[in-house]
């Protein structure tokens, strides 16, 4: 695992500053520190070395080098001042490093999201990468989250040890060259064993990790399976089974904890234990009158310090990686899909295919729509074609087929969310269209209705709803999450009068509407092949996938496609 | 489950569900005491390292440090060792307790799904549910532990304090409960304001990017993505906003501890530095001079381990409002019948029969359907019809009985509410609209209708639903359906539950749009074949809101 992810911080550029400015705040944090340490050990010193007998300030012969450099008595309120300064600009430098951290990673998360969400406007609305809807809104929203572990916990850390270790060490090296090499030496002990732990749970972790995964999701597969459970009167033997099943997700879990935890402990044996060295070595040295008083309580108290920033990081491990499988789903969504990219015309995997022929476009000269031999292909399968049909102004032509035989697909070149990879789709200035769902968004139906338009035209919102039938429906109705508020067949009418108010705001040459009355009663159905005839009238070229016999009845020619003979 | 017999009668339905959470007192002890020594030997080597390095600046002679020496090391080697074992047995006993938490909730949910939750949002509680009841893990682990050994250490510290100078011990004693309840009310109080905001705009920012996936193609034909985009901001800044206030209170406590702690140790040097030399000795001093330091490192695991408990808290309510409440009296329970002898069932009676019945879900003001009436005799198929919300799988949850009914309701001449739960279910099978697929192959999910089903038979009903050549491209009855039946469309999975309840055999089957998902043309010759198949002891009943393919004879009912 990398510690920092360079496309990470290129994407998102509020990681930079954190780190540039976090560096800074980190040393400022590092130098109050030791001098927090400096003054507290020498008024320590100061009120221990006459309570000891020795006398503070100028060395004397008595203790050896014990007192030397020492401070009087009555330096103390001086050095406390000074150390209580320390702390401050080190709380206050604390609590900077947080916020920036804080917003950091909103500005990154923000940032992140934006590059995804540019990469996905810019692409297809087809291209997708098969994952459910769901799944890609959650790694953008909640998945992000991960990050406020990794820069509240992780980044801080690992800049802190960047900058604040190396001063620290040579702080104590400078201050007892023993106890600095004592550092030195046990220092390079953490990677090397952490990167053995690393290792070794990487190799447990492989073995057990689908296991773990299957073992930690069946409980909620028998919750939600219950009902299923029930009609089958199988319910009361899943006790034991869940019982079992997280009894061996706890015993491997356990073993996968066993050497996880390992890592923790030989963080806190380096840590104590170099405090134990250096403890003891300065102590001895201390009765041979060799050291002074008050650079050993300095050493020993700056020690923890030293080992502190890499402990974090240790701890903050799991937040790292999480985070950074987080930006990791990020990152795929902005790449897309692979195949995709093999559909799209620049593309340079194009090469061994074919070069495309196809062509989508408007071509202001003839009115209407034209499908000229269109096929749609997805990797080697012919999707749909080659087909070849017209539909006129003023023309009401229903398409039919099985479901399968490529009528969406046929629909999906003419607004240009697919390629024709032989023949053209084309049709004259702009184009109307209602897809197979509503797709009703938040907001009232005025507001769906409008969709696209800068402003809302009220009146002509109450026509269009009029001409589908539901003139009864308040255009102030607010909707909920996904157009809920409305049946199933009101949201399809909603959807289609949303096509009729486009194409009059536009003044659109062609409307297009796929399976617009597939929940409609045969009544509301007829209201909208009503109208459907009104805007042909108007000099639309009318376009509609069905399957329904009332709809294509009242067409002026049904064109069937993907039926075999 | 006797453990706690007291509590199981005059609890509250959350003391109930934390008290099953937390492990037993001896299963819980070990953790908890070595946990215990690991802090102390945090304070006890500061302490002891500082006391060593002053008393040897009086250069005593060596021996007299040799306590002092081997214990620094002891409590240096201790403290990785202690923390280690502390570690995993916590750990253990959290997750010993897990299988009978989860035992446990799964046998007070059976009654309650699917009647209890609607429908429409029964994944997501479910869901929920699962990660709430995983999540009180937290309670014993990440609440209770921390909380209980660091109070144990630091109340140690204290009176090892007090012995030097009580006066010391004062003021690391309000040092601590000064920071203590600022840290802990501050960050709770900021984070308890937003724990529903945070919900709130985490909810606004999900559903705006739901819909900016779910209606891609809308959004991009009508040159809308622009303007979702601006929704998309507006949800994130507010979201923004909610977390940077819960990251500056959490900063703040953090800074409040770690301030805490030096001025602790600079007023008890100036406390005490007066009285060194005269009654305490300097390397005391010195130690008590230092050890705020490492009080308070163990201390400040405290306000975190508040942080954890009320998210904790928030998942033992969810999960005792779901288990613990009293059942809806929508609910059925299996009556306790002393006299059997009425409970032979009538062989001229219709197979299954209701007169005026109604049924309700909890909590909802108004019956789903009522007033229903049919009799169903073998042979025979009855399509239930009706607009959508008209109570059709309403009907079919009370016909096998996840809803309590009122009315009649006759199998055999016999009244439903008098059989046992489990024996109407053995007459009345229901393919349900949205059917689960366990995570498993498709052997598991149609054996467990049949478990003596030979390899031949599953095939051959796999024909039947014309799924046949699709499994045998996919390598036979091994294939794995995914987690949910995320391997297969909805169609299949609609189409294997389907083969589930043929094997099953129901006397009466109960198929609620069997073919919603399913092309139109497979939909008709599946039914046709279905329903005219049908042997001459069963009856069917056909809930849909399509037409019927040519050649079915049905009776029918609109709701």
Redesign the interface.
């Known amino acids: 695992m990398k510690p920092l992810d360079p496309r990470l911080l290129r994407t998102a550029r509020a990681a930079r500053s954190v780190l540039a400015i976090g560096a800074v705040l980190g040393v400022v944090r590092t130098l109050a520190v030791v001098a ?1 340490c400096w003054f ?1 050990a020498q ?2 010193t100061a ?8 006398p503070g300030g100028a060395a004397s012969a008595a ?2 080098r ?1 007192a030397e450099n020492a401070s009087s ?1 009555s330096e ?1 309120p001086m050095l ?1 001042l000074a ?2 300064l320390a ?2 600009v ?2 206050g430098a ?2 900077a490093m ?2 920036l ?3 950091g ?2 500005l990154a ?2 940032q992140l ?1 934006a590059a995804a ?1 540019d990469a ?2 810019a692409r ?3 291209a ?1 990468d098969g994952r459910p ?2 799944e ?3 790694s ?3 998945g992000l ?1 991960a990050l ?1 572990g990794y820069f ?1 916990g992780y980044l801080p850390q690992l800049i802190l040890a960047a900058s604040a270790t190396p001063i620290l060490v040579l702080t104590v090296l400078l201050a007892d060259p023993l106890s600095g090499i004592t550092v030195l030496v046990v220092f390079p002990v953490i990677p090397i064993f952490m990167i053995l732990i690393g290792l070794a749970t990487q190799r447990v972790q492989d073995r057990q990790w689908a296991q773990l995964n ?1 073992l ?13 459970l ?7 033997r ?2 034991e089974r ?2 079992r099943e ?2 061996e ?2 015993s491997r ?2 073993q996968v ?2 050497v996880t ?2 890592s ?3 963080l ?2 380096a840590g ?2 170099s ?2 060295l250096v ?2 070595t ?3 040295r ?4 060799g050291f002074p ?1 008050g650079l ?2 300095f050493v ?2 700056l020690l ?1 310090e030293t080992f502190a920033p890499i402990r974090q990081v240790g701890a903050a491990y799991h937040a790292s990686a999480e985070g950074l499988a987080a930006v990791g789903a990020v990152f795929e969504l902005i790449d897309g899909p692979v195949e995709q990219a093999r559909d799209r015309r620049s593309a340079p995997e194009r090469r061994s295919d074919p070069e495309p022929v196809g062509r989508v476009g408007s071509a202001p000269g003839s009115r209407g729509i034209r499908f000229d031999d269109v096929v749609v292909r997805r990797g080697d399968r012919a999707v749909v074609g080659p087909v070849r049909f017209e539909v006129a102004p003023g023309e009401v032509v229903a398409l039919a087929g ?3 035989a490529g009528k969406t697909s046929l629909v ?1 070149t003419l ?1 240009g ?1 697919l390629e024709p990879s032989t023949g053209s789709a084309v049709h004259s200035g702009a184009i109307a ?3 197979q ?1 509503p ?4 907001g009232t139906v005025a507001e769906n209705l409008a ?2 338009a800068d402003r809302i035209d009220a009146e002509r919102a109450e026509r269009v709803l009029e001409r589908v039938g539901l003139g009864d429906l308040d255009a102030r109705t607010p909707l909920g ?2 157009g809920s508020g409305l ?2 067949g009101q949201a399809q009418r909603v ?1 289609v009068a ?1 096509a009729l108010y ?1 194409a009059d705001e536009v003044g659109a040459h062609a409307l297009v509407l796929d399976e617009p009355s597939s929940a409609l009663d045969a009544h509301n159905e007829s209201v909208l092949a009503e109208a459907l005839r009104a805007e042909a009238d108007a000099g639309r070229a009318v376009l509609v996938i069905s ?1 329904r016999p009332a709809l294509l009845a009242s067409a002026d020619r049904v064109v069937r496609i993907g039926e075999t003979a | 489950m006797t453990r706690i017999p007291v509590l199981e009668r005059d609890a509250t339905p959350l003391e109930r569900v934390i008290a099953r959470a937390l492990p037993e007192r001896s299963k819980r002890a070990p953790g908890v005491a070595l946990g215990a020594i690991a802090d102390a ?1 945090v304070v006890g ?2 302490a002891l ?2 006391w ?9 002679p ?1 021996l007299h ?1 040799t306590f ?2 081997v214990g ?2 002891a ?3 201790g ?3 202690f ?2 074992a502390e ?2 047995a916590s ?2 006993a959290a ?2 307790q ?3 938490l ?2 446990h909730a ?2 007070r ?2 009654p309650r ?2 009647g209890a939750i609607e429908d429409r949002r029964r ?1 997501e509680v ?2 929920a ?2 990660d709430d ?2 999540q009180l893990q937290d309670l014993p682990l990440r609440v209770r532990q921390p909380i209980v050994t660091s109070g144990i250490v630091i109340v140690l510290s204290l009176i090892a304090m007090a012995i030097v100078s009580p006066l010391a011990a004062l003021v690391l004693a309000l040092a601590l409960a000064g920071s203590g309840v600022l840290a802990v009310r501050w960050s709770s109080r900021i984070a308890a304001e937003s724990d529903r905001e945070l919900g709130a705009a ?1 909810a606004a ?25 601006e929704r ?2 507006a949800a ?1 800044s507010e979201l ?1 906003r909610v ?2 206030r819960r ?2 209170a ?3 406590s ?2 409040v501890l ?2 805490a702690a ?2 602790a ?2 007023a008890i ?2 406390l ?2 007066p009285v ?2 005269q009654g ?4 005391l ?2 130690a008590a ?2 050890v705020p ?1 490492a009080v308070f490192e163990v201390f400040a695991l405290v306000p975190t381990a508040f942080v954890a408990r009320r998210t904790a808290m928030a998942s033992a309510e969810r999960v005792a409002e779901l288990i613990e409440t009293p059942l809806p009296a929508e609910i059925p329970v299996d009556a306790v019948v002393e006299d059997r002898s009425d409970r032979a069932p009538d062989p001229s009676a219709p197979l299954l029969e209701v007169r005026g019945l109604s049924a309700a879900h909890p909590g909802a003001s108004a019956a789903a359907f009522s007033g229903v009436s049919f009799a169903l005799r073998p042979g025979e198929t009855l399509v239930v019809s009706g ?3 008209a109570g059709k799988s309403t009907l079919a949850a009370a016909l ?1 009985r ?1 809803l309590e009914y009122s009315g009649s309701y006759l199998l055999r001449g016999r009244e439903a509410r008098a059989l046992p ?2 024996e109407v ?2 007459l009345v ?2 393919c ?1 609209q949205t ?2 697929l ?2 498993a192959d498709l052997r598991q999910n149609l054996r ?2 049949k478990p003596d089903a030979s390899d031949q038979e599953l095939l051959a009903v796999l024909d039947r639903v014309r799924l046949g050549d699709w499994v045998r491209e996919r390598g036979g009855l091994d294939a794995q359906v995914g ?2 039946g995320s391997l297969v469309s909805g169609g299949q999975a609609q189409r294997i ?1 389907l083969a ?1 309840a043929i094997l ?1 055999e129901f006397p009466v089957v109960i198929l609620d749009e069997p073919t919603a998902g399913v ?3 497979v939909a008709d010759a599946l039914l046709a074949d279905l329903l005219g198949a049908l042997p001459d002891d069963r009856a069917a009943i056909l809930i849909t809101h399509t037409e019927l393919p040519v050649g079915v004879r049905a009776n029918r009912i609109v709701l």
């Open positions: 927090w507290l008024a320590i009120v221990a070395l006459p309570a000891l007998g020795i203790g050896g014990v008595a103390l406390l150390a209580g702390l401050a080190r709380t604390g609590l947080d916020r951290a804080a917003r990673a909103v998360k923000a999201r969400l996905l406007d297809s609305p087809l997708t809807e769901a890609r809104a959650v953008l929203a909640r989250d406020d509240s299957r930690s999701r069946s409980f909620l597969d028998a919750v939600e399976g219950l009902p299923t029930k009609i089958f009167r199988r319910e009361s899943q006790s869940i019982a997280t009894r997700y706890r879990t356990m904890l066993r935890f390992l923790g402990f030989v806190d044996l104590t234990f405090i134990a403890a003891v300065v102590g001895t201390l009765v041979g009158g008083l050993g309580l020993l108290l923890p099985p479901s399968g999906a607004l969310f269209w209602s897809g769902r797709d009703l968004l938040q969709l696209g999450a996904g049946s199933g959807a949303r486009r399957h | 030997c080597l500061l390292s500082m060593l390095i002053v008393r040897a600046g009086e250069q005593p060596i440090l002092a020496i620094v090391r409590l240096a080697g403290r990785a060792a923390r280690y570690r995993l750990h253990r997750l010993t897990l299988s009978e989860r035992v799964y046998e949910l059976v799904i699917p994944g479910l869901g549910f699962v009841v995983d985490r920012l999900l559903d705006a990017l739901l819909e900016r996936f779910r209606a891609a193609e809308t959004l991009a034909a009508f040159g809308a993505l622009g303007r979702q985009r998309i901001s994130e923004s977390q940077l990251a500056r959490a900063g703040l953090a800074a770690g301030a030096g001025i140790s600079i040097l100036l005490l530095a060194t030399g305490l000795s300097a390397p001093f010195a001079v230092v330091a607009q959508s919300g096998v996840f739960q489990t279910r053995a099978g229901l349900e059917p689960h366990f995570d467990f209708a987690e949910r539950a589930r099953a092309d139109r043309e």
